[in-house]
């Protein structure tokens, strides 16, 4: 296995691929336990019609459900973009143990608005596949004007 930050980005990058074929902004996110991943998840906001439903709060809500318990602490989340405040803020909650993300989000991102949301423990790491998870967004973006 190469970099496994890279490795698990391009599982989430491929959740991304897939939010952009339904016609939703391309964003997704695994949850990896013990190596293994739990959850795939990806934003559904236009498929639900609901501003909340973020990959990251999907990904949460079926990571909790497959381990049967709501605390995260020894998982790894891996996002292609910065999370909002409102999925650090959820994220904050499920005491995740590590988030991964991809391109920085300098509009919504919470490391410029709400640096504290997440809980004090997790390890955050920045920037994996960055220019990848971004060029999917800007692309996506292009293509809708
Ligand atoms: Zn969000």
Request: glycine share 8%.
């Amino acid at each position: 296995m190469d970099n496994p930050h890279e490795y698990f980005m391009k599982f989430a990058l491929r959740e991304a691929k897939d939010a952009e074929s339904r016609g939703e902004i391309p964003v997704g996110a695994v949850v990896v336990c013990n190596g293994r991943i739990i959850a795939r998840a990806h934003n559904l906001t236009e498929t639900l019609t609901d501003v909340t439903a973020h990959a990251e709060m999907q990904a949460i809500t079926s990571a909790a459900n497959v381990l049967g318990g709501k605390y995260l602490t020894d998982c790894t989340l891996y996002v292609t973009l910065e999370p909002c405040v409102m999925c650090a803020g959820a994220l904050g909650w499920s005491q995740i143990g590590t988030v991964v993300y991809g391109a920085i989000d300098e509009k919504r991102g919470f490391g410029k608005f709400a640096p504290g949301a997440l809980h004090p423990k997790t390890k955050v790491v920045a920037g994996i596949l960055a220019d990848e998870c971004a060029s999917l967004l800007s692309d996506f973006f292009k293509k809708r004007r």
